[in-house]
């Protein structure tokens, strides 16, 4: 079974920047049942919200319109990690971060690629906070 941990949490001002990692316990290559990777966020007594997804073999991504052009996602299969670049924090950017695998396919995805019912495994997530 596939494990994933985030870090890369923390304190950061509001305008400032922050960089989430999420690491697999397995290779990218050896994920063959699962096809999307996926960014979401929970903030306190808030529900789960998708931030961002990406495939696992290709390039293709997707964003919430929350984050869009401020928030990329991008991965590196040689440490089998997903980034999530984080600029100009806003305070309603407070929340635990979650990453999560799918084993649907990014096209079949479709509009449903940032909710998180279409996702099967779970990070313990990290938490982000953003205050002056």
């Known amino acids: 079974q596939v494990q994933l941990v985030e870090s890369g949490g923390g304190l950061v001002q509001p305008g400032g920047s922050l960089t989430l990692s999420c690491a697999a316990s397995?290779?990218?290559?050896?994920?063959?049942?699962?096809?999307?990777i996926g960014w979401f966020r929970q903030a306190p007594a808030g529900a789960r919200e998708g931030v961002s997804c990406?495939?696992?073999?290709?390039?293709?991504?997707d964003y919430a319109d929350s984050v869009k052009g401020r928030f990329t996602i991008s991965k590196d299969n040689t440490k089998n990690t997903v980034y999530l670049h984080m600029n100009n924090l806003k305070p309603e950017d407070t929340a635990v971060y979650f990453c999560?695998?799918?084993?649907?396919?990014?096209?079949?995805?479709?509009?449903?690629?940032?909710?998180?019912?279409?996702?099967?495994?779970w990070g313990q997530g990290t938490q982000v906070t953003v205050s002056s």
């Open positions: 999560a695998l799918s084993r649907w396919s990014f096209r079949a995805l479709g509009t449903a690629r940032l909710g998180s019912h279409m996702y099967d495994i």
């Open positions: 397995r290779g990218f290559t050896d994920l063959t049942d699962f096809y999307a």
């Open positions: 990406t495939s696992i073999r290709e390039t293709s991504a």
